[in-house]
């Protein structure tokens, strides 16, 4: 049975930093695909990132990149999310997603059928 148990969110001024937590049991941080998403009030929940780490790859949406940073922790099968210069827009319930083996082609297609966590809000207050 695959859990995924996110943390870290919280209330933010923009320009700031905060660090989610993925903390997964049943899959493997190291050799699976794991992503964030997120989703808005009235909007469609869309990828964030993603990382294969066999493969050394990492994955961002457009509007995160060079902010967000995402990682792993084999030791801990631990993912994270970590977001500096944040903004308003990127106020959203944080989603923690897995699914076995590749990322693939397209991560958010194989992320949004795999394994979701129950979200950790972030609100960024301007």
């Known amino acids: 049975q695959v859990q995924l148990v996110e943390s870290g969110g919280g209330s933010v001024q923009a320009g700031g930093s905060r660090r989610l937590s993925c903390a997964a049991s049943g899959i493997t941080s190291d050799s699976d695909c794991m992503g964030w998403f997120r989703q808005a009030p009235g909007k469609q929940r869309g990828g964030v990132a993603a990382i294969y780490t066999p493969a050394g790859s990492t994955y961002y949406t457009d509007s995160v990149k060079g902010r967000f940073t995402i990682s792993q922790d084999s030791a801990k099968n631990t993912v994270y999310l970590q977001m500096n210069s944040l903004k308003p827009e990127d106020t959203a319930m944080y989603y923690c997603?897995?699914?076995?083996?590749?990322?693939?082609?397209?991560?958010?297609?194989?992320?949004?059928?795999?394994?979701w966590g129950q979200g950790t809000q972030v609100t960024v207050s301007s």
């Open positions: 997603a897995a699914e076995r083996g590749t990322c693939g082609g397209n991560w958010r297609r194989v992320l949004y059928l795999g394994y």
